[in-house]
């Protein structure tokens, strides 16, 4: 009896909402492929998205040369800008997919290679938000050149390496935070880890009582 | 006997200032704090006797002399401010919202705080389009493009939330640094926004709300920022794609034509210049999800995808750099927010934390929304440690810095909900204080 009420509670909820929305197809115009194409250029952490293209460490070096130096400093070390591309890693971290140095106190600037768990992002990144002055205005095999340099830069390609999208997802195997991330904890609003989304289904991990008379305010409990 | 509270002093960051000091944010913050507040403003008059003022013996403007009305000129100081230092590039930076002066719990449009990636962009919204398509096909089966015009002739909702940039009180984590509550908490807004259901235009383009479970949202703004979006706050109706704020079109600082409302999520997820929403099964691990917006834990781990904002409330008077002349009773007054729901108490505290007093609610209690809290106090001309601390309707509290840093360190700029102290001294000066 419950279970009936429950499935006809639901569906006078869904119901008129799916009428509504028939009710205002009409309005928007339908995309076209064309569309499409022209504007969903992101890429995403599992590298669905990625361009077909390829760029060399030294077609990198001449772009990164015209295009980026003057932010990011010749050797990508440099904080002109914005924090620098590179620097901070070790062969060590390569080996351990984790950055060491974010063991606190984290000293120094932080860069983009001792962060970066996915090269699908800094590709996207590049693709769509980069140069500063004149974003999205890369071919792809120029943002597969500027990335493979980029990772020449941070020691993990040789100056022969070419980066593409066939083995864009396999170079990232080297990246040395690749397994620095973790979902798991109570910030994600959305459907936890163990019904396959993220996060631990908003549970806090800071839980203080509401002590209202001679509290310890030093406590950490 | 009564007591006048002098506002803190304005613009007292300087480039000068900023010069003397370290590169680094923390320690420019601290240095500025000692050395500022000597410098003030004088407080309004108290009227020694009654007379009959001019504007009462003649009369005054007509209707319509500024079509677009502004404040009055007697409110000064009621302004953004941005943080010399912060960011050496002026479009990828945040400017504070300033709570201090904040009657209510509503920010006016003009002084919602900004935090921008690559600039704000100047739209004109016919010629702005919002894209709603799939990973693939399979997600979404009639994919569309909507014109901002559309989009307002469907049906809408109007709701009141707080918007929070995770980083705000960021330059907090590590000690009291920054000298007035603009600077500790002004990454803070709250406005009534009016848009359209996100779950009505994916149902409308015939999106697979089942196998769906995140959607990516992305501006037009040249940074083209992007975040993933949790399908649970869309299939609930709280994610809206708006296009009014404070009964008028959103603000072009704050995404005109289109911004997505994610409420209870931190602010960068509020995507502004929405022009683009794809539908899919896995998040999309973008920068703002990767190089930032990431919180380092004490193991040296980052976490990812932390979108929430936790319980959190803060005084905003007397708050850091006012100054309290004369003793008796003055009002201790509030805002406090929970990304979880409603707030259910705020309670003060006078003497640093030891004993609390549950406070007033002065208004309406809504579910992500600014709360404006009140509390009755005698100032007696000794040394006080004023703090605040809410409880949500999930019956979480907000935490002490030292039950905050217990568990998360104080790497991580942001999600620092940790309560805020403001000592007074016997003068009744009011600095920026903590209790550790």
Same mark, same amino acid.
């Not at chain 1, 119901?15 to 499409?36: H, K, N």
């Not at chain 2, 300087?14 to 410098?39: H, I, P």
């Not at chain 2, 007093?357 to 100032?379: C, V, Y």
């Given at each position: 009896?419950?279970?009936?009420?429950?499935?006809?509670?639901?569906?006078?909820?869904?119901?008129?909402?799916?009428?509504?929305?028939?009710?205002?197809?009409?309005?928007?115009?339908?995309?076209?492929?064309?569309?499409?194409?022209?504007?969903?250029?992101?890429?995403?952490?599992?590298?669905?998205?990625?361009?077909?293209?390829?760029?060399?460490?030294?077609?990198?070096?001449?772009?990164?040369?015209?295009?980026?130096?003057?932010?990011?400093?010749?050797?990508?070390?440099?904080?002109?800008?914005?924090?620098?591309?590179?620097?901070?890693?070790?062969?060590?971290?390569?080996?351990?997919?984790?950055?060491?140095?974010?063991?606190?106190?984290?000293?120094?600037?932080?860069?983009?290679?001792?962060?970066?768990?996915?090269?699908?992002?800094?590709?996207?990144?590049?693709?769509?938000?980069?140069?500063?002055?004149?974003?999205?205005?890369?071919?792809?095999?120029?943002?597969?050149?500027?990335?493979?340099?980029?990772?020449?830069?941070?020691?993990?390609?040789?100056?022969?390496?070419?980066?593409?999208?066939?083995?864009?997802?396999?170079?990232?195997?080297?990246?040395?935070?690749?397994?620095?991330?973790?979902?798991?904890?109570?910030?994600?609003?959305?459907?936890?880890?163990?019904?396959?989304?993220?996060?631990?289904?908003?549970?806090?991990?800071?839980?203080?009582?509401?002590?209202?008379?001679?509290?310890?305010?030093?406590?950490?409990? | 006997?009564?007591?006048?509270?002098?506002?803190?002093? !304005? #613009?007292? *960051?300087?480039?000068?200032? /900023?010069? @003397?000091?370290? &590169? +680094?944010?923390?320690?420019?913050?601290?240095?500025?704090?000692?050395?500022?507040?000597?410098?003030?403003?004088?407080?309004?008059?108290?009227?020694?006797?009654?007379?009959?003022?001019?504007?009462?013996?003649?009369?005054?403007?007509?209707?319509?002399?500024?079509?677009?009305?502004?404040?009055?000129?007697?409110?000064?100081?009621?302004?953004?401010?941005?943080?010399?230092?912060?960011?050496?590039?002026?479009?990828?930076?945040?400017?504070?919202?300033?709570?201090?002066?904040?009657?209510?719990?509503?920010?006016?449009?003009?002084?919602?705080?900004?935090?921008?990636?690559?600039?704000?962009?100047?739209?004109?919204?016919? !010629? #702005?389009? *919002?894209?709603?398509?799939? /990973?693939? @096909?399979?997600? &979404? +089966?009639?994919?569309?493009?909507?014109?901002?015009?559309?989009?307002?002739?469907?049906?809408?909702?109007?709701?009141?939330?707080?918007?929070?940039?995770?980083?705000?009180?960021?330059?907090?984590?590590?000690?009291?640094?920054?000298?007035?509550?603009?600077?500790?908490?002004?990454?803070?807004?709250?406005?009534?926004?009016?848009?359209?259901?996100?779950?009505?235009?994916?149902?409308?383009?015939?999106?697979?709300?089942?196998?769906?479970?995140?959607?990516?949202?992305?501006?037009?703004?040249?940074?083209?920022?992007?975040?993933?979006?949790?399908?649970?706050?869309?299939?609930?109706?709280?994610?809206?794609?708006?296009?009014?704020?404070?009964?008028?079109?959103?603000?072009?600082?704050?995404?005109?034509?289109?911004?997505?409302?994610?409420?209870?999520?931190?602010?960068?997820?509020?995507?502004?210049?929405?022009?683009?929403?794809?539908?899919?099964?896995?998040?999309?691990?973008?920068?703002?999800?990767?190089?930032?917006?990431?919180?380092?834990?004490?193991?040296?781990?980052?976490?990812?995808?932390?979108?929430?904002?936790?319980?959190?409330?803060?005084?905003?008077?007397?708050?850091?750099?006012?100054?309290?002349?004369?003793?008796?009773?003055?009002?201790?007054?509030?805002?406090?927010?929970?990304?979880?729901?409603?707030?259910?108490?705020?309670?003060?505290?006078?003497?640093?934390?030891?004993?609390?007093?549950?406070?007033?609610?002065?208004?309406?209690?809504?579910?992500?929304?600014?709360?404006?809290?009140?509390?009755?106090?005698?100032?007696?001309?000794?040394?006080?440690?004023?703090?605040?601390?809410?409880?949500?309707?999930?019956?979480?509290?907000?935490?002490?810095?030292?039950?905050?840093?217990?568990?998360?360190?104080?790497?991580?700029?942001?999600?620092?909900?940790?309560?805020?102290?403001?000592?007074?001294?016997?003068?009744?000066?009011?600095?920026?204080?903590?209790?550790?």
């Amino acid at each position: 009896m419950f279970k009936w009420f429950k499935h006809t509670a639901l569906l006078v909820v869904l119901l008129p909402s799916a009428a509504l929305a028939d009710r205002f197809g009409s309005l928007g115009e339908p995309a076209t492929e064309q569309d499409i194409h022209l504007w969903d250029t992101n890429i995403r952490a599992d590298y669905q998205g990625l361009p077909t293209g390829f760029g060399t460490v030294k077609s990198g070096r001449l772009l990164y040369q015209q295009k980026c130096q003057s932010c990011h400093g010749a050797t990508g070390t440099e904080v002109i800008v914005f924090s620098p591309l590179v620097g901070g890693t070790t062969a060590s971290d390569v080996r351990n997919g984790k950055v060491a140095a974010f063991k606190p106190p984290i000293k120094g600037p932080v860069s983009t290679l001792m962060r970066l768990p996915t090269l699908a992002t800094l590709i996207d990144y590049i693709a769509r938000a980069m140069p500063w002055d004149n974003p999205k205005s890369l071919m792809a095999d120029e943002v597969y050149a500027l990335t493979a340099y980029i990772l020449h830069l941070g020691d993990l390609v040789d100056e022969n390496f070419s980066l593409s999208d066939q083995n864009a997802a396999l170079t990232g195997q080297r990246l040395p935070n690749r397994s620095g991330f973790t979902t798991d904890h109570g910030l994600w609003p959305g459907e936890a880890s163990d019904t396959g989304g993220m996060g631990n289904g908003l549970i806090p991990d800071i839980t203080p009582a509401r002590c209202m008379t001679n509290c310890d305010p030093r406590s950490a409990r | 006997m009564h007591i006048t509270i002098e506002r803190a002093p !304005e #613009h007292h *960051l300087t480039a000068e200032t /900023v010069k @003397q000091t370290a &590169v +680094s944010r923390r320690q420019l913050m601290g240095m500025t704090v000692l050395s500022t507040l000597s410098a003030g403003l004088s407080s309004i008059g108290h009227a020694q006797s009654l007379t009959i003022p001019s504007w009462t013996t003649s009369p005054g403007f007509p209707v319509a002399k500024t079509p677009y009305g502004q404040p009055s000129r007697f409110q000064i100081g009621f302004e953004r401010k941005t943080l010399p230092g912060l960011s050496p590039v002026p479009e990828n930076s945040a400017s504070f919202s300033p709570l201090q002066g904040l009657l209510g719990i509503i920010t006016p449009s003009g002084v919602h705080y900004e935090r921008h990636h690559s600039g704000w962009p100047d739209i004109d919204p016919r !010629e #702005h389009r *919002l894209l709603i398509s799939g /990973v693939d @096909q399979s997600f &979404v +089966s009639k994919p569309k493009v909507f014109s901002v015009e559309d989009l307002q002739r469907l049906p809408s909702v109007s709701r009141i939330h707080f918007i929070e940039c995770s980083g705000n009180t960021g330059s907090e984590r590590l000690r009291a640094t920054a000298p007035t509550v603009q600077y500790t908490h002004g990454l803070l807004s709250c406005s009534e926004f009016t848009g359209v259901p996100l779950r009505l235009l994916l149902e409308s383009c015939g999106a697979d709300l089942n196998r769906a479970k995140y959607v990516l949202a992305e501006g037009a703004d040249a940074a083209s920022l992007t975040r993933t979006i949790p399908m649970e706050l869309v299939l609930n109706d709280e994610v809206l794609v708006a296009y009014g704020q404070n009964g008028e079109y959103l603000r072009p600082e704050n995404g005109f034509p289109l911004r997505l409302i994610v409420p209870g999520v931190q602010g960068v997820s509020w995507v502004k210049w929405l022009r683009r929403i794809e539908v899919g099964d896995e998040p999309y691990g973008t920068r703002d999800e990767t190089l930032h917006y990431i919180d380092p834990m004490p193991d040296g781990m980052h976490q990812q995808y932390t979108s929430l904002q936790e319980v959190k409330s803060v005084i905003t008077s007397p708050s850091g750099g006012q100054r309290l002349h004369g003793t008796g009773y003055t009002k201790i007054t509030g805002l406090a927010w929970s990304g979880r729901g409603k707030i259910q108490y705020v309670d003060v505290s006078t003497d640093g934390g030891r004993n609390w007093k549950q406070a007033r609610i002065t208004g309406e209690i809504l579910s992500k929304s600014l709360t404006r809290f009140e509390f009755d106090w005698d100032f007696a001309g000794s040394e006080a440690i004023l703090q605040s601390r809410a409880v949500d309707d999930s019956r979480h509290v907000q935490p002490t810095y030292a039950q905050y840093r217990a568990v998360r360190g104080s790497e991580s700029v942001y999600h620092n909900n940790a309560i805020q102290s403001w000592g007074v001294d016997a003068k009744g000066q009011v600095t920026n204080v903590q209790v550790v």
